[in-house]
């Protein structure tokens, strides 16, 4: 029998966390320390451009974007990019464009590199906000080509204030699995989806019930996935072979069906969007 999200929700809720465990971590450590060297490299090629755009994972349109950026960027033109538009949840699209127009983002483009969805709206949008901005004042402009990008590396805030903008940063792969824990970061997610009530990761991986215990699910999708190794238990009869579950290789399958969207689309910023947008600087 396969049952509806709902019957699957119903019978699982009352075992769900209310929140998740962040206290301990140490954030600090996850990220590399030379993002404000990066900044301010990139804040002396500013002089250099007409337009700024900035592209980050729209399913974190809010969290992680670097808090000095906008600082930095002086009066200069800015377009924000969110890309992977196919693997956020986009219900809550306007809700996004408004809390970021209350930070004074007027210019936002949904994109999906993948398939090229929205991505031939970039060059005109950019077009437009220089020809439109008062800054633009070059005697001459270069016809060959008629935009010249110049990429930088991508920068987050040198300090991340926030355990859980750092868990959602994460799963987004902006740092390196094993510095948080693989482990650890399909807790978190799996306490998202069931906190979102998102249980595709049950049909996909064939459970038959939601569950809460990363440790009863990863050793459950190990099975499936035959991850498992033979591990030599001493006992007072002699050497016992006992087949164990592989739970760090459990958590990367999760972790990649999570990236590559097979669990379903995910907003990670959703609790940010039910609060009210921010005043404009």
Known sequence: MRLTTRALCGAARAAWRESFPLDGRDVARWFPGHMAKGLKKMQSSLK???CIIEVHDARIPLSGRNPLFQETLGLKPHLLVLNKMDL???KEQQKIIQHLE????KNVIFTN??????????????TELVGSSYRY??????ERPLMFLLDTPGVLAPRIQSVETGLKLALCGTVLDHLVGEETLADYLLYTL?????????????????CDDI???LKRVAVKL????????LTGTGDVNVVQPNYPAAARDFLRAFRSGVLGPVMLDRDLLQGPPAAEP
Not at 113 to 126: A, F, L, S
Not at 226 to 233: D, L, P
């Open 48 to 50: 250099l451009v007409d």
């Open 88 to 90: 956020a949840d986009m």
């Open 102 to 105: 209350g930070e004074g983002l």
């Open 113 to 126: 590199c993948v398939k090229d969805e929205n991505i031939k709206q970039i060059i005109p949008k950019v």
């Open 137 to 142: 004042h070059r005697g001459e402009v270069c």
């Open 194 to 210: 069931n906190k979102r009530q998102l249980l595709g990761y049950v049909q996909h991986y064939g459970l038959g019930e939601a």
């Open 215 to 217: 440790a009863s699910v």
């Open 226 to 233: 035959r991850k498992t190794q033979k591990v030599k238990v």
